[in-house]
């Protein structure tokens, strides 16, 4: 009888202007080396409908695609959960990459008996000029204890100490939770602390993206940073994690 891989499910939402960017994101995938049985697949959703994103993508079996109207990133991560395989989802946005071995400390982190439920790393911004940046002030690698995240981000002006972006979690909880947030940006913020509510973290020490800096960029807009719609995300995004939090219940994920 032949084995069942362990599958990790890697979650990429694009639209057609960073879609350039998919075949650098496929490289870094591809450049994955996992523990014995265990393998990837690429669950890549266009936020639209258009001709532009398929042709950029390769010709493996491992990876699929998927396409719906425009809603942005959380709409279209959360429709890719409906092909999302395996037991953990890994967040990987098109236009950043992992770094060597990203995914094996993201599995050793979650399987090696440490109760987190979620994993978490450093990152490098990418400028782009091809240098690398870090950030400083990251925590010390291990456990994330629930509640923490929450506290460091109302202290630090809605900025959390781990990167969205680098998310690893259990596909369960990922569901139980609805998935990413149904907002215009920080949606990946409001699933982190929603996560964070309910259960305990794991954070990496050793950088596992490549964050792109370019002018295109979601974040990079005018939009992102206006004063109003700011406020408005984040009082939602914390009465989430404070309601989640009130209801005292907490997943331990299962041994074994």
């Given at each position: 009888?032949?084995?069942?891989?362990?599958?990790?499910?890697?979650?990429?939402?694009?639209h057609?202007?960073?879609?350039?960017?998919?075949?650098?994101?496929?490289?870094?995938?591809?450049?994955?080396?996992?523990?014995?049985?265990w393998?990837?697949?690429?669950?890549?959703?266009?936020?639209?409908?258009?001709?532009?994103?398929?042709?950029?993508?390769?010709d493996?079996?491992?990876?699929?695609?998927?396409?719906?109207?425009?809603?942005?990133?959380?709409?279209?991560?959360?429709?890719?959960?409906?092909?999302?395989?395996?037991?953990?989802?890994?967040?990987?946005?098109?236009?950043?990459?992992?770094?060597?071995?990203?995914?094996?400390?993201?599995?050793?982190?979650?399987?090696?008996?440490?109760?987190?439920a979620?994993?978490?790393?450093?990152?490098?911004?990418?400028?782009?000029?091809?240098?690398?940046?870090?950030?400083?002030g990251?925590?010390?690698?291990?456990?994330?204890?629930?509640?923490?995240?929450?506290?460091?981000w109302?202290?630090?002006?809605?900025?959390?100490?781990?990167?969205?972006?680098?998310?690893?979690?259990?596909?369960?909880?990922?569901?139980?939770?609805?998935?990413?947030?149904?907002?215009?940006?920080?949606?990946?913020?409001?699933?982190?602390?929603?996560?964070?509510?309910?259960?305990?973290?794991?954070?990496?020490?050793?950088?596992?993206?490549?964050?792109?800096?370019?002018?295109?960029?979601?974040?990079?807009?005018?939009?992102?940073?206006?004063?109003?719609?700011?406020?408005?995300?984040?009082?939602?995004?914390?009465?989430?994690?404070?309601?989640?939090?009130?209801?005292?219940?907490?997943?331990?994920?299962?041994?074994?």
């Amino acid at each position: 009888m032949v084995a069942v891989p362990g599958i990790v499910s890697v979650v990429t939402a694009v639209h057609a202007p960073g879609a350039r960017f998919l075949p650098e994101a496929y490289r870094s995938l591809a450049d994955q080396r996992l523990p014995g049985g265990w393998d990837w697949r690429w669950v890549v959703q266009e936020d639209g409908e258009t001709d532009e994103v398929r042709p950029l993508l390769p010709d493996d079996p491992r990876v699929s695609f998927g396409q719906g109207r425009p809603g942005r990133a959380g709409m279209a991560r959360t429709l890719a959960l409906s092909r999302a395989e395996g037991e953990f989802v890994k967040v990987l946005d098109a236009d950043d990459q992992l770094t060597p071995g990203a995914l094996a400390r993201d599995l050793a982190a979650l399987t090696g008996g440490s109760g987190a439920a979620w994993a978490a790393s450093a990152v490098l911004d990418l400028l782009p000029d091809g240098s690398t940046e870090g950030f400083p002030g990251d925590p010390a690698e291990g456990p994330v204890e629930r509640g923490s995240v929450l506290s460091s981000w109302r202290a630090h002006d809605f900025l959390a100490p781990v990167h969205p972006a680098t998310l690893c979690v259990r596909r369960d909880l990922l569901l139980a939770l609805g998935g990413w947030m149904a907002l215009p940006a920080s949606e990946d913020t409001g699933l982190l602390l929603a996560l964070d509510a309910v259960s305990r973290g794991w954070f990496t020490a050793e950088h596992g993206l490549l964050y792109r800096k370019w002018p295109g960029q979601v974040t990079a807009a005018a939009a992102h940073t206006d004063r109003g719609e700011r406020a408005a995300r984040m009082a939602v995004v914390e009465a989430r994690a404070l309601s989640l939090a009130r209801t005292g219940w907490g997943f331990v994920p299962p041994r074994g």
